[in-house]
Structures are given as C-alpha cells and as structure tokens.
C-alpha cells in the first residue's frame, strides 16, 4: 500500500510557475517509477512526466518547461512546472504503480 498526497496547485497567471509535490507514505518509492498525469475538464487523464531512477521522460505538450524530480530521502517526487499557459489548467494527479493520489488543480488564468 502507498499513499500519495499531492500539493502545491494554486491559480496562477500565465507565463508564471509552480512547484507541484507527491508525498508518499507506507512504502518507500526509491525502486518505483513515479509519474505525474493530469486531467482537464471533460477531457481523459495523460501522463505527462515520469521519473525512474534519475531517468526522466516528458510529454511533449511540457518537454522544457516542467521539470520532474525526486527526493528519496523524502519519498516525494517534485513538478516543477515554468511559463504556464492556460492549456496547463488540470487536475494533477500523481501515481506509483496501481497507487493514485487524490490529485491538486491548478488553474492558469491568461
């Protein structure tokens, strides 16, 4: 069992940046591959970024502008998301294999 907790959404203006955060508890996430989805309204969930390691992948709608990070000595995986546009607006959600967090908004006014 893993629990993840995301934080960090907000609203922002676009061109602005963010920290997104997964806290992960009752397992350590070191050996996992950890990825952030996000899902717009009426629209369906995609990945966007994954960590395995210090092996990264991005999606191309955030290649250079989110970065992804971890810190295992934490169990908590980062987003760091730079030159927001209104298309970022989502529920962002965090996920460890079958595992979910309950996701945080973020909301790009432009």
């Known amino acids: 069992q893993v629990d993840l907790v995301e934080s960090g959404g907000g609203l922002v203006q676009a061109g602005g940046s963010l920290r997104l955060s997964c806290a992960a508890s009752?397992?350590?996430?070191?050996?996992?591959?950890v990825a952030w989805f996000r899902q717009a309204s009426g629209k369906e969930r995609n990945k966007i970024a994954s960590i395995f390691g210090r092996n990264t992948w991005y999606g191309n709608s955030v290649k250079g502008r989110f970065t992804i990070s971890r810190d295992d000595a934490e169990n908590t995986v980062y987003l760091q998301m730079n030159s927001l546009k209104p298309e970022d607006t989502a529920v962002y959600y965090c996920n460890v294999d079958y595992f979910w967090g309950q996701g945080t908004q973020v909301t790009v006014s432009s």
């Open positions: 009752g397992r350590s996430i070191s050996d996992y591959t």
